[in-house]
T-cell receptor
């Protein structure tokens, strides 16, 4: 089945630094979803991208969908300790109804 | 609060035993997904039900089974438990059966097999 690869697996930053996680697929994605899981918590939906080249912003978070719809990124500007958690991308579309997740990027922030 | 309820929160049992995990989706949601989360495997898709019918299966072991009842709650049954089945099991729901709408996750059931 379709898989999404996510890198890096871990990222440690100093508070105030930027952070980016990348999601790649070998096949075209109909849409991609991003989730955040705080330590000890459950995944929480952040955003969905549908259109080729789409860019969406949520405060300090910027989400992009590649032109070929095979990759996506999440960029956080000026990280804060509240950004700590694991960020997952998920293949949100297709006809297989599976909603497959990447392995996630664990972000830790040093205050 | 996502509106998805999972019980129990924690479960400790021995190898070879059988357990049932329960999930109540958000009010009005017809789709229920089950995921297994272990440290090295991320969120592994197990199975998806829509309005009582199985829609998709992931890498679910034959020892595992699930169902969705007429009131839309779902149960995940794990039998002949092994140490490697220790993990966090999440249920998630969404309103439609088609891809493209976001999932709402419950708080999970942490299963420990000793």
């Amino acid at each position: 089945g379709q898989q999404v690869m996510q890198i890096p697996q871990y990222q440690h930053v100093q508070e105030g630094e930027d952070f980016t996680t990348y999601c790649n697929s070998s096949t075209t994605l109909s849409n991609i979803q991003w989730y955040k899981q705080r330590p000890g918590g459950h995944p929480v939906f952040l955003i969905q991208l549908v259109k080729s080249g789409e860019v969406k912003k949520q405060k300090r978070l910027t989400f992009q969908f590649g032109e070929a719809k095979k990759n996506s990124s999440l960029h956080i500007t000026a990280t804060q300790t509240t950004d700590v958690g694991t960020y997952f991308c998920a293949d949100g579309g297709g006809s297989n109804y599976k909603l497959t997740f990447g392995k996630g990027t664990l972000l830790t922030v040093n205050p | 609060d996502s509106g998805v309820t999972q019980t129990p929160k924690h479960l400790i049992t021995a190898t070879g035993q059988r357990v049932t995990l329960r999930c109540s989706p958000r009010s009005g949601d017809l789709s229920v997904y089950w995921y297994q989360q272990s440290l090295d495997q991320g969120l592994q898709f197990l199975i998806h039900y829509y309005n009582g019918e199985e829609r998709a299966k992931g890498n679910i072991l034959e020892r595992f089974s699930a169902q969705q009842f007429p009131d839309l709650h779902s149960e995940l049954n794990l039998s002949s438990l092994e140490l490697g089945d220790s993990a966090l099991y999440f249920c998630a729901s969404k309103s439609g059966g088609s891809p493209g709408s976001p999932l709402h996750f419950g708080n999970g059931t942490r299963l420990t097999v000793t």
